[in-house]
């Protein structure tokens, strides 16, 4: 990972010819999932302008992987964006595994704070196609948390 302080969560964007390529990384598999969300978010806008106004529930975002289940995280977070326009960039999640007659899977909750996009206040920076599952990565490299994904632009 670089000169990247291991012990922070933070994200960035990686060289891509024409998409954004994005790590995040984090402590925790949940601060990882958070600082993936600032990092999409971050393509779109500059979140230094973003302040915490509203709380969101986070409905239960299931999937039987992890790749998956940020993938669908991901896509929460651009598609509340791109429909309500809200910036949701911090706030406090749980990944467990939970099971039924079906199998285990992983279930992620939780709540995002932020606003929403103002013109007058917010840059728009560069729209957000989709999330895709191309170079989507979610590994652990001692005791922190990577993820890489890339977005459609």
Partial sequence: MGAVNLKATGHKQLAHMSDAWIEAWGPSLEAAFLASAAG???VITDLRRVKRRITVNVPALKDIDLEGLLYSWLEYVLIRFETERLILPKGSITIRTSGGGNGNY???????EGEAFDPGRHLLRREVKAVTY???????INDIYRIRFLLDL
């Fill in 40 to 42: 999409l978010l971050s």
């Fill in 106 to 112: 992983l279930m992620l909750t939780g709540r995002l």
């Fill in 134 to 140: 191309h170079q989507m990565e979610v590994s652990r």
